[in-house]
């Protein structure tokens, strides 16, 4: 992952030096909606929808109860 917008200090998590993220595959896109659909009703924040990116992944993205991005990927 190559993010130019990552800086040395900062207090927004996973915009830092070190990990940005975790990244999980659940092997399809119907489990990506589900699982994410069973975070936020289970309360969790949903900081990125279920979508096509760019660079052609079908992903969503949690913060853990921790605020960490957890990636959930096809």
């Given at each position: 992952?190559?993010?130019?917008?990552?800086?040395?200090?900062?207090?927004?998590?996973?915009?830092i030096t070190g990990?940005?993220?975790?990244?999980?595959?659940?092997?399809?896109?119907e489990m990506v909606?589900?699982?994410t659909q069973r975070?936020?009703?289970?309360?969790?924040?949903?900081?990125?929808?279920?979508?096509?990116?760019?660079?052609?992944?079908?992903?969503?993205?949690?913060?853990?109860?921790?605020?960490?991005?957890?990636?959930?990927?096809?």
């Amino acid at each position: 992952m190559h993010r130019p917008d990552i800086v040395s200090q900062t207090s927004q998590r996973g915009l830092i030096t070190g990990i940005a993220h975790l990244a999980i595959s659940v092997g399809s896109k119907e489990m990506v909606d589900l699982l994410t659909q069973r975070l936020r009703e289970d309360g969790f924040t949903i900081a990125g929808e279920p979508r096509t990116t760019g660079d052609g992944y079908y992903e969503s993205v949690v913060l853990d109860t921790e605020g960490n991005l957890v990636e959930i990927t096809e």
